[in-house]
Nanobody
Framework: RVQLVESGGGSVQSGGSLRLSCTAP????????IEWYRQAAGQEREWVSF???????TYSDSVKGRFTITKDTVRDTVYLQMDRLKPEDTGMYYC????????????????WGQGTQVTVSS
């Protein structure tokens, strides 16, 4: 089992920045990579970004050009740099291992962190 721990959330004004961290020991051995999701109060959980174990990145249209996902495999940590934040970015941010078939390996389990709250005021 992989235990994921998010940190770095907080309250900022619109236009500000935050950097979230997701520490996930051993994630390169048990997953295709790490995803970030977010969930605003009363809304469905929304996919935000993904970084594969080989460094390929993808973003949702709502954050593309403002958020940057990176990884530090020495520290088993994935970062989500969030710039030009907007009030609609407010929510609980979760990281998750990505299961699936990656190359010749099938990773069967998803693991989630507990989340870190981001609040952006206008």
């Amino acid at each position: 089992r992989v235990q994921l721990v998010e940190s770095g959330g907080g309250s900022v004004q619109s236009g500000g920045s935050l950097r979230l961290s997701c520490t996930a020991p051993g994630f390169t051995s048990v997953s295709c990579g790490i995803e970030w999701y977010r969930q605003a109060a009363g809304q469905e959980r929304e996919w935000v970004s993904f970084i594969s174990t080989d460094g390929t990145t993808t973003y949702s249209d709502s954050v593309k050009g403002r958020f940057t996902i990176t990884k530090d495999t020495v520290r088993d940590t994935v970062y989500l740099q969030m710039d030009r934040l907007k009030p609609e970015d407010t929510g609980m941010y979760y990281c998750k291992t990505k299961a699936g078939l990656c190359g010749d390996t099938l990773y069967a389990a998803d693991y989630w962190g507990q989340g870190t709250q981001v609040t952006v005021s206008s």
